[in-house]
């Protein structure tokens, strides 16, 4: 059997490239005692890949030129020789950029099975997954939001800004999300949960931001950093949480281009906190989000958002488009 991949050929530049990437085709090789085939399904895209592509994103060890790119997928065990995977199942964890891979489920992988939710199996890789899990936590964990909350969420129509007018809804407080086009801020009313949108490219943020949370904020969800982070600092009320979740303004060129923040003070002064937070350390809570957000995507309370490319050849391409601001919701691409 053959197998297709990506392999990492180039670091990148500011920009993701085709040419940061080779084709493969390998012959599969038979299974070993304890290991299991997957056909993947799925690939998720995510803006973190890039810095696997460079170091490692100090998550991962550094990736080398010839390494098979590295990022989660969802796929079905298609032959197997451990006990705990049988043919037919669906899981979840990191296949690599490939059509198939190999697992012997040890750790690394963090494989799992996926719940038959009558959900999409796409699922498992954005609202259901790690990007969803990372709205989740990030919201209710990290920014412990509490009913009545003003919530303030950048890049609010991408893989996790899309969940977090739902999940702020659901929690009884009212989000409002800064998108790059009109057409994204279109959907965050009308479809994702936002009672308020602002198109940060044309609108003034800070009088917008004043306009819908006059009283000022209690969270602020920050996917972007830099100036619109910098900016939401000096509306945050009393005691508010400012979640760093992400900050994609900042990943082009991080040696030169960091953008110095001059508000922070106004963290100190509201009595505010700033925290950062990795999702892989709420693992052990992991089913608990997936259930709870299963069952509100069921009662209706929750609509996901996702961007599907076709084809393992289009993953740069998709990939880029995080960095490009294409993408509208999870960016996956399939596979199979
Ligand atoms: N802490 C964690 O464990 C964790 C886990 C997952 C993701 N993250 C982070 O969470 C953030 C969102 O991740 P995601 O996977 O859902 O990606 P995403 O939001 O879908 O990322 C793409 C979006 O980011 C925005 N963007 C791109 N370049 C930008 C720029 N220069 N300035 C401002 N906005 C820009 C664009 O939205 P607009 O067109 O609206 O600007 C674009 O559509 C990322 O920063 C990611 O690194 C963190």
Redesign the pocket.
């Known amino acids: 059997m053959k197998n297709n991949r990506l392999t990492l050929a180039a670091r990148p530049g500011e920009f993701i490239k085709k040419s940061d990437f080779k084709m493969e085709t390998v012959e599969l090789r038979p299974l070993k005692e304890g290991e299991f085939l997957i056909k993947t399904l799925f690939l998720s ?4 890949m890039k810095f696997y592509m460079l170091d490692g994103a100090g998550i991962e060890n550094p990736m080398q030129i010839g390494d098979t790119m590295r990022g989660r997928g969802v796929g079905e065990v298609v032959e197997s020789r451990h006990s705990d995977f049988q043919i037919g199942d669906i899981v979840q964890g990191k296949h690599g950029w490939q059509e198939y891979v190999i697992c012997d489920g040890s750790p690394y992988y963090m494989m799992y099975k996926v719940g038959q939710r009558g959900l999409p199996y796409s699922t498992a890789l954005g609202v259901l997954g ?2 969803g ?3 989740y936590f ?1 919201l209710y964990k990290v920014g412990e939001m509490r009913k009545g909350d003003n919530v303030l969420v ?9 969940n977090i007018g739902h999940l702020t809804n659901i929690k009884g407080g009212r989000a409002v999300g ?4 009109d057409e ?1 801020c279109k959907l965050l009313t009308e479809k994702l949960g936002y009672s308020h949108a602002i198109n ?2 044309k609108e003034n943020v800070s009088e917008r931001i004043d306009d819908c949370f006059p009283e000022g904020i209690d969270v602020y969800f ?5 100036e ?1 982070l910098d900016i939401a600092l000096t509306k945050l009320k009393r005691y508010a949480r400012v979640v ?9 060129d991080r040696e030169n281009a960091v953008y110095h923040l001059k508000n922070w003070h106004k963290v100190g002064a509201t009595r505010s906190k700033m925290e ?6 709420f693992e052990k809570d992991f089913q608990k989000a997936e259930t709870d957000m299963a069952q509100w995507i069921k009662e209706g309370k929750l609509t996901y958002q996702e ?1 599907i490319l076709e084809g393992l050849d289009h993953m740069p391409i998709a990939l880029n ?11 996956l691409v399939k596979i199979s």
Request: charged residues 15%; contains cysteine; proline residues 2%.
């Open positions: 895209v995510a803006p973190v790690m990007t899990f990372t709205s990030g950048s890049a609010a129509s991408g893989g996790v800004g899309s800064l998108a790059s086009t994204k940060y490219t920050d996917n972007v950093g830099g619109i760093l979740c992400g900050r994609i303004s900042q990943y082009a950062g937070f990795f999702i892989y350390d961007d488009r995080l960095f490009e601001r294409k993408n509208v919701g999870k960016q």
